[in-house]
Protein backbone atom coordinates (compact mmCIF):
# COMPACT_ATOMS: atom_id res chain seq x y z
CA UNK A 1 0.00 0.00 0.00
CA UNK A 2 2.81 2.12 0.99
CA UNK A 3 4.82 1.86 -2.59
CA UNK A 4 1.27 2.30 -4.19
CA UNK A 5 0.92 5.84 -2.28
CA UNK A 6 4.59 6.85 -2.98
CA UNK A 7 4.21 6.03 -6.63
CA UNK A 8 0.67 7.95 -7.48
CA UNK A 9 2.70 11.26 -5.85
CA UNK A 10 5.91 11.15 -8.01
CA UNK A 11 4.22 9.50 -11.54
CA UNK A 12 3.92 12.85 -12.23
CA UNK A 13 6.88 14.35 -11.66
CA UNK A 14 8.50 13.94 -15.19
CA UNK A 15 5.89 15.32 -16.82
CA UNK A 16 5.77 18.55 -14.55
CA UNK A 17 9.68 18.30 -15.32
CA UNK A 18 9.03 19.33 -19.00
CA UNK A 19 5.63 21.14 -18.94
CA UNK A 20 8.17 23.69 -16.29
CA UNK A 21 11.19 23.21 -18.52
CA UNK A 22 8.43 24.97 -21.16
CA UNK A 23 6.91 27.38 -18.85
CA UNK A 24 10.20 29.01 -17.53
CA UNK A 25 11.83 29.39 -21.41
CA UNK A 26 8.68 30.71 -22.24
CA UNK A 27 8.72 33.49 -19.37
CA UNK A 28 12.16 34.32 -20.02
CA UNK A 29 11.41 35.02 -23.87
CA UNK A 30 8.09 36.91 -22.39
CA UNK A 31 10.63 38.81 -20.35
CA UNK A 32 12.87 39.88 -23.23
CA UNK A 33 10.15 40.65 -25.86
CA UNK A 34 8.45 42.38 -22.81
CA UNK A 35 5.16 40.67 -23.79
CA UNK A 36 3.22 40.86 -20.37
CA UNK A 37 0.18 38.77 -20.72
CA UNK A 38 2.31 35.89 -22.03
CA UNK A 39 4.56 36.59 -18.90
CA UNK A 40 2.00 36.67 -16.65
CA UNK A 41 0.31 33.09 -18.29
CA UNK A 42 3.90 31.62 -17.87
CA UNK A 43 4.98 32.54 -14.64
CA UNK A 44 1.63 31.67 -12.86
CA UNK A 45 2.00 28.18 -15.14
CA UNK A 46 5.71 28.36 -12.97
CA UNK A 47 3.77 28.83 -9.84
CA UNK A 48 1.22 25.90 -10.04
CA UNK A 49 4.46 23.71 -10.84
CA UNK A 50 6.92 24.86 -8.07
CA UNK A 51 3.69 24.14 -5.98
CA UNK A 52 3.34 20.57 -7.32
CA UNK A 53 7.00 19.89 -6.37
CA UNK A 54 7.22 21.90 -3.09
CA UNK A 55 3.95 20.72 -1.54
CA UNK A 56 3.04 17.45 -3.44
CA UNK A 57 6.62 15.44 -4.35
CA UNK A 58 9.05 17.16 -1.75
CA UNK A 59 9.17 15.18 1.07
CA UNK A 60 8.54 11.65 -0.91
CA UNK A 61 11.92 12.69 -3.12
CA UNK A 62 13.89 13.30 -0.14
CA UNK A 63 12.56 9.98 1.71
CA UNK A 64 13.28 7.70 -1.13
CA UNK A 65 15.92 9.21 -3.16
CA UNK A 66 18.06 10.82 -1.00
CA UNK A 67 20.63 7.89 -1.56
CA UNK A 68 19.92 7.62 -4.90
CA UNK A 69 23.52 8.43 -7.17
CA UNK A 70 22.97 8.51 -11.00
CA UNK A 71 24.59 6.07 -13.21
CA UNK A 72 25.35 8.67 -16.02
CA UNK A 73 26.02 12.43 -15.19
CA UNK A 74 22.86 15.13 -14.69
CA UNK A 75 23.21 18.41 -16.28
CA UNK A 76 23.10 20.94 -13.03
CA UNK A 77 23.13 24.53 -13.81
CA UNK A 78 25.92 26.71 -13.49
CA UNK A 79 24.86 30.22 -13.19
CA UNK A 80 21.60 31.59 -13.97
CA UNK A 81 20.89 30.34 -17.88
CA UNK A 82 23.80 27.98 -18.53
CA UNK A 83 23.69 24.27 -18.19
CA UNK A 84 27.36 23.83 -18.42
CA UNK A 85 28.70 21.12 -16.06
CA UNK A 86 27.86 17.75 -15.50
CA UNK A 87 27.81 16.21 -11.81
CA UNK A 88 26.48 13.00 -10.59
CA UNK A 89 24.87 14.08 -7.58
CA UNK A 90 22.00 11.72 -5.76
CA UNK A 91 18.47 12.72 -7.21
CA UNK A 92 17.15 14.62 -4.18
CA UNK A 93 19.70 17.39 -4.51
CA UNK A 94 19.40 17.93 -8.13
CA UNK A 95 15.70 17.90 -6.91
CA UNK A 96 16.10 20.48 -4.73
CA UNK A 97 18.78 22.89 -7.03
CA UNK A 98 15.96 22.51 -9.35
CA UNK A 99 13.44 23.82 -7.17
CA UNK A 100 15.60 26.64 -6.20
CA UNK A 101 15.90 27.56 -9.66
CA UNK A 102 12.32 27.46 -10.39
CA UNK A 103 11.98 29.79 -7.61
CA UNK A 104 14.58 31.86 -8.95
CA UNK A 105 12.75 32.18 -12.25
CA UNK A 106 9.20 32.56 -10.78
CA UNK A 107 10.44 35.68 -8.59
CA UNK A 108 12.03 37.57 -11.51
CA UNK A 109 10.03 41.08 -12.12
CA UNK A 110 9.01 42.31 -15.26
CA UNK A 111 12.08 44.68 -17.09
CA UNK A 112 10.96 48.11 -16.04
Do not use: C, Q
Not at 45 to 61: E, M
Not at 76 to 96: M, R
Amino acid sequence: KNVGLELNLNIHIPGTIKEVAFNTRLTSLSIISRDYAEWFKHNNNTLGDIFIFDTLSWHSVNANMNNVKTSSPLIIPVGKYSYDSLETVPLSEAYSKMLSDLKYVYNRGKIK
